[in-house]
T-cell receptor
Framework: RKEVEQDPGPFNVPEGATVAFNCTYS??????FFWYRQDCRKEPKLLMSVYSSGNEDGRFTAQLNRASQYISLLIRDSKLSDSATYLC????????????FGKGTHLIIQP | DAGITQSPRHKVTETGTPVTLRCHQTENHRYMYWYRQDPGHGLRLIHYSYGVKDTDKGEVSDGYSVSRSKTEDFLLTLESATSSQTSVYFC?????????????FGPGTRLTVL
């Protein structure tokens, strides 16, 4: 099982729709979880951290299920500007090297 | 945005030549990382540093070396570049290790080895 797995997509979604991504991780010792966003030919940027109780930031909601080892991201009322690749990121559970990145899910919002 | 710069931003070189990429930060963060990003592989860690002169290998370190003589600078060297090292290289920084805090990324360096 790969460390962090995501559906690569692309997800083609009409503007205004709700879209959800999931990712699964294999390291049960992981303690920190993040969603990053990466625009084409740009660097990854933090979208939001993911907390055990779930958290929301505007139109974005992240959920963590430790028992099943998966993380989800929900985007409501999608905008054209949400088109990007979304990277699921988890901590390695020890050691200074930090984070394991998923390969990303490509989202295209269509007008 | 976090103060991270990378130089050069683009480079084309020939097989067998040495190449050094520089990452510079103004955030005084202790941890610095070098990643490469390739289609189908996502971000893969090459080397990281947890302090001045303290570095360690990541998952794809073969063919690369690093140095960190100052908190703000982290250098990645390809001693003898190969075509398989054609990639986009990202530097990242973080305040803490163990993945407990987010990493901030530089703008990337596009390296082509002919």
């Amino acid at each position: 099982r790969k460390e962090v797995e995501q559906d690569p997509g692309p997800f083609n979604v009409p503007e205004g729709a709700t879209v959800a991504f999931n990712c699964t991780y294999s390291n049960s010792a992981s303690q920190s979880f993040f969603w990053y966003r990466q625009d084409c030919r740009k660097e990854p940027k933090l979208l939001m951290s993911v907390y055990s109780s779930g958290n929301e930031d505007g139109r974005f909601t992240a959920q963590l299920n430790r028992a099943s080892q998966y993380i989800s991201l929900l985007i409501r009322d999608s905008k054209l500007s949400d088109s990007a690749t979304y990277l699921c990121v988890v901590s390695r559970g020890g050691g200074a090297d930090g984070l394991t990145f998923g390969k990303g899910t490509h989202l295209i919002i269509q007008p | 945005d976090a103060g991270i710069t990378q130089s050069p931003r683009h480079k084309v070189t020939e097989t067998g030549t040495p190449v050094t990429l520089r990452c510079h930060q103004t955030e005084n963060h202790r941890y610095m990382y070098w990643y490469r990003q390739d289609p189908g592989h996502g971000l893969r860690l090459i080397h990281y540093s947890y302090g001045v002169k303290d570095t360690d290998k990541g998952e794809v370190s073969d063919g690369y070396s690093v140095s960190r003589s100052k908190t703000e600078d982290f250098l990645l060297t390809l001693e003898s570049a190969t075509s398989s090292q054609t990639s986009v290289y990202f530097c990242a920084i973080s305040e803490a290790g163990q993945g407990s805090t987010q990493q901030f990324f530089g703008p990337g360096t596009r390296l082509t080895v002919l």
